[in-house]
């Protein structure tokens, strides 16, 4: 059989674009090598408990939200929770809100910090009119592109700049800073683009932080049986070995088993080395050969899993915690970026049962602790050697333990009825995200907008969906980058 279009990968941007593609009529294949849909976005089951495999929440939920829209458009409709209970924790002071969103987050910095007062409404104003902007992008005509530096002054003005160098023209002190700073992103604000920030405080978080009944999984879930209705096909545990081409055109995929599957229209979700260095017969192209070693990727996480004992102290935490022991982001990020993990790390705890009980049996609730890491720790987490690895890993496990013990969860230890946990190795072993990377692309300046790689390549038919293109990292990014692969392929199909 010759499949319109072969998808290598499903992740939120193959299972996207492979929905509305199958949507749309295409006769749509995505090879997995895995055993689920979702890639990072997936969920396990241990002990009676279901634990997310990494990711925390998602953006864009609400009625009309850039995520709802995007599910409703396949015939997705999910039962999505308002995370409102939210507390950060920095050194010295903390943010706690009862209803979530960036607009609250807002409102609680003016009252701690109302010496910054018209800093922040500076910061407000300069973050909507980006939105607006990034807003009337989608229906840009060819005339208004040739009239862009004209209609889109502030994307033009603020593309080379860096969210430390917004903080630092806005703000005095420091807490403000790092409390606008506590974002799902793993470089610091010398490095973070601050139009990301701005598209992301706009597009995906303004309304808040939301979580789907059933797990994360559910989201994966739900996308690949929009495809499978629609007659689209799915193959798991099928590793894509190579993406054929004849001249400058793609013409299939052969599986590491060695099948051949032709189709003249080939969707990448996986990274950008494999797509270019491995998978493509030929190599890169020569635009992107050199690029290619020069990005910049994202750092990865350790994530430990806790089936917990419930209390009343356990049933009044909040949903997400974040907790922040060090002030200077730029030397975390400089140990984590030398391999070293910080004594006391910077840490995400989230307890998803409080919302959705059915996730931990009764009495009980599944916690999970998150950690940026880097690959390099202790020569690679010892990943050759199994015994030193589980050491290795043990060691990190009771760190996060130990420090959520000491500050938010006194006698922690008792109460924990098992515990799992996953290092970057796992990470890339799971997805084949090179280096555990969590976020795909690092979003810098000179790899966001149009700097980011296009979904389209060079090579005809070959098309690129995921958190290593456009238009950025994250649940809703990664299925944002599947719907623009999706439509320039229907586009291009229509004439
Ligand atoms: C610890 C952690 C926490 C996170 N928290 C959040 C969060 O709270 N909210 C949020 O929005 N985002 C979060 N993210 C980021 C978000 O999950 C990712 O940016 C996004 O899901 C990436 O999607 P993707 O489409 O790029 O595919 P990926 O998730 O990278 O999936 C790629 C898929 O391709 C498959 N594959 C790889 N190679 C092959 C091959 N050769 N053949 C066939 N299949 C192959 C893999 O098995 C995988 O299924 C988090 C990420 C991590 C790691």
Not at 183 to 187: A, G, I, K, R
């Given at each position: 059989m010759i499949y319109d279009v072969v998808i290598i990968g499903t992740g939120m941007g193959g299972l996207t674009a492979g929905a509305l593609l199958a949507k749309r009529g295409l006769k749509v294949l995505l090879l997995e090598k895995?055993?689920?849909?979702g890639g990072y976005v997936v969920s396990f089951r241990k002990e009676g408990f279901t634990f997310d495999a990494t990711g925390v929440f998602v953006g864009g939920?609400?009625?009309?939200?850039e995520f709802e829209a995007l599910l409703r458009e396949v015939d997705v409709h999910l039962e999505f929770k308002k995370i409102n209970t939210i507390r950060n924790i920095y050194p010295g002071f903390e943010i706690a809100l009862r209803s979530g969103g960036f607009n609250h987050y807002i409102e609680r910095l003016k009252a701690i910090f109302p010496e910054e007062k018209r800093g922040i409404e500076r910061y407000e104003r300069t973050i909507s009119r980006i939105g607006a902007e990034v807003k009337a992008l989608?229906?840009?005509?060819w005339y208004e592109k040739a009239l862009f530096p004209l209609l889109f002054r502030n994307l033009v003005r603020f593309s080379p700049t860096t969210h430390e160098a917004i903080l630092n023209s806005l703000f005095k002190g420091n807490e403000i800073k790092m409390a606008l700073s506590s974002?799902?992103?793993?470089?610091p604000p010398s490095q973070l683009s601050f139009l990301f920030v701005a598209t992301l405080l706009n597009k995906v978080i303004s309304e808040g932080a939301y979580y789907p009944r059933g797990g994360m999984g559910v989201i994966s879930k739900a996308l690949a049986g929009s495809i499978e209705r629609r007659g689209g096909g799915i193959r798991y545990r099928t590793e894509a070995a190579r993406i054929l081409t004849r001249g400058n055109k793609v013409t299939g995929v052969v599986t590491t088993e060695g099948e051949v599957i032709e189709a003249p229209t080939v969707i990448s979700n996986v990274s950008l080395p494999q797509t270019f260095?491995?998978?493509?017969?030929?190599?890169?192209?020569s635009s992107l050969a050199r690029r290619l070693n020069r990005f910049e990727y994202s750092l990865s996480n350790f994530i430990v899993y806790l089936g917990v004992r419930g209390d009343a102290e356990l049933n009044s935490l909040p949903f997400f915690t974040y907790l922040r022991s060090i002030s200077d982001l730029e030397e975390e990020y400089r140990m984590l970026r030398k391999g070293e993990i910080p004594e006391n790390p910077t840490l995400i705890m989230v307890v998803p049962s409080l919302i959705?009980?059915?996730?931990?049996?009764?009495?009980t609730h599944a916690v999970k602790l998150l950690s940026i890491a880097p690959y390099g720790y202790r020569n690679e987490w010892n990943k050759t050697d199994r015994r030193s690895y589980q050491a290795v890993k043990e060691e990190v496990a009771q760190r996060l333990i130990t420090h959520v013990e000491s500050r938010?969860?006194?006698?922690l230890k008792r109460k924990i009825l098992f515990h799992g946990a996953a290092t970057p190795v796992t990470l890339e072993r799971y997805t084949g995200n090179e280096q555990g990377a969590?976020?795909?692309?690092?979003?810098t300046p000179r790899q966001?907008?149009?700097?980011?790689?296009?979904?389209?390549?060079?090579?005809?038919?070959l098309y690129l969906a995921g958190?290593?293109?456009?238009?950025?990292?994250g649940i809703v990014g990664a299925a944002t980058s599947g719907s623009f692969t999706a439509r320039t392929i229907l586009s291009k199909r229509n004439g």
């Open positions: 895995g055993s689920q849909p939920c609400e009625p009309g939200g989608s229906g840009i005509t974002l799902p992103v793993t470089v260095q491995r998978l493509l017969s030929g190599g890169p192209p959705d009980p059915s996730l931990a049996p009764e009495g938010l969860i006194p006698g969590m976020y795909g692309l690092a979003t966001f907008g149009r700097h980011r790689p296009p979904n389209r390549t060079s090579i005809k038919g958190h290593y293109t456009r238009p950025a990292h």
